[in-house]
């Protein structure tokens, strides 16, 4: 076996060879995310496997295989989970390839059909997916991601004490996000639903990843994380008529009642901002926190969305202004 040495890789090999019966296998990085998760591809013969290694005191690997099996039962493609060891924090995996939606974009990917895939699978979701026993997407949750933005960006990242001008600016943002999320009809939210967790597929597309953090919140989360991704921008006239059209999916699916159009939009704006915040305060404690600078890069145009918003929507004057003030 040709493969890197760590003690959770050690561990991860004894555990293949020993108790799963591998025989000869090769492990090779695959990916890693955000978290404390790796990703590992595990080669034998003409098969790919990939082992999810998960430290048991930093990720707790339950959620995701009660989701991973509650979204395949509602037809999304999604890991099949075959077999577990969550005392140590390891799972073996079916492999969803290495093409994730953000490489096919860049490699000239139809957008119109990967975009189209992945709004087919975001209705199903929403509205296939039992919700019951997930987690609500409460006003504390929302104010603690925001508090994310206060201390890794603003403190941590740009040595930003507020004035008491821009703390009262910023508050008041704060609150008109809380309350435009907590308004909103709620449906399964993915919480990252995004192009570097979806993965190209000739069948089934897309592939979905990364949804064990999934919760019960507002109905446009997932859908401004597609179309207002953090690692790629699409016009604003896209963005506004893809979710316009969205929106209409709901009503007829009844997962919404009928309503007007600026008022999804208004939404949509404020699920986003509340988002991108947070997003640049979690790339800045990668950075700083954890030594994954390859974050940072993404910041101005996760960002930039907030501007956007923040410019239409003249509750968030105070926002803005403390953004133009602090050079974000």
Known sequence: MNTPTDARLDLARRWLSEELRFG???LAPASSDAS???????????ESLILMDAPPEREDSRPFVELAARLAAAGVTVPRVLATDLARGLLLLTDLGSTHYLAALAGGASAERLYGDALDTLLRMQTAVP???LPAYDERLLRLELGIFREWYLGRHLGVTLTPDQERGLAAAEDVL??????QPRTFVHRDYHSRNLMLLAEGNPGVLDFQGALVGPVTYDLVSLLRDCYVAWPAEFVRETALGYGRRLEAAGAIPRTDPEVFLRWLDLAGAQRHLKAAGIFARLHHRDGKPHYLPDIPRTLGYVREVAGRQGELGGLLGVLDQVGA
């Open 36 to 46: 404390f998760r790796r990703y590992f591809r595990i080669t034998r013969d003409a």
């Open 131 to 133: 919700t019951r026993g």
């Open 24 to 26: 000869d296998f090769t």
């Open 178 to 183: 809380v309350a435009g999320a907590l308004e």
